[in-house]
Every structure is written in C-alpha cells, then in structure tokens.
C-alpha cells in the first residue's frame, strides 16, 4: 500500500514562493509516477505537474516538479505564486503511467493548503 503525506502548504503573498514535499511510503518513488493535482474552492480538481519513473518532468514558467530518491521524496516547487493559485495541492502516485484525469489516480494524498494573498 502506497502512503502520501504532503507538506510545506501556506499562506504567502503574490510573487512569493513555496515548495511542497510528499513523502512516499510503501513503494520506492522511483517505481513509480508521481504527479501533484490541485483543487480550488467550487472547482474540480486539475493536473499540475507530473514526473516519469526516470525523474524526467516537464517545468512551466512558475512550477517545477522534482523527486529525490534517497528520502523517498518528491516536490513542488512554485515560484511567482498568484492569488489564483489559491487550492488545496495534492500528491498523487500511479503504478501504471502519469495520468492527468484525477480518477484515474491510484493513491493520494490528503492534500496540503496553499493561499495566495494579494
């Protein structure tokens, strides 16, 4: 059984930075595909960002998703953050592939808070 524990949610202003962690127990992170979703007040959840097996994954302007193998570990980092950003951010594990469709996620998270003041 795979185990997800998110940290490092916040409160900070626009243009700010936070890096989110997701400790993975159970299995080896690098067994599996690991991704971040977010879910904003009155809103579906959505894909961020997620990483292969061979800790390849794309970056965006603001965000970069990266894993660290010997503390089973992977991570979030958002930079520029704005007020839109505002969502509870969950980790998300797949045995099978990087999934962009929330109910296709084998394992989760129970979600860290970030907010974005302006």
């Known amino acids: 059984q795979v185990q997800l524990v998110e940290s490092g949610g916040g409160l900070v202003q626009a243009g700010g930075s936070l890096r989110l962690s997701c400790a993975v127990s159970?299995?080896?992170?690098?067994?599996?595909?690991m991704a971040w979703f977010r879910q904003a007040p009155g809103k579906e959840r959505e894909f961020v960002l997620g990483i292969n097996r061979d800790g390849r994954g794309p970056t965006d302007d603001r965000f970069t998703i990266s894993r660290d193998d010997a503390k089973n570990t992977v991570y979030l980092q958002m930079n520029s953050l704005k007020p839109e950003d505002t969502a509870v951010y969950y980790c998300a594990a797949n045995l099978g592939g990087i999934t962009t469709i929330p109910r296709r996620v084998d394992y989760w998270g129970q979600g860290t808070q970030v907010t974005v003041s302006s």
């Open positions: 159970g299995r080896t992170v690098s067994s599996l595909y």
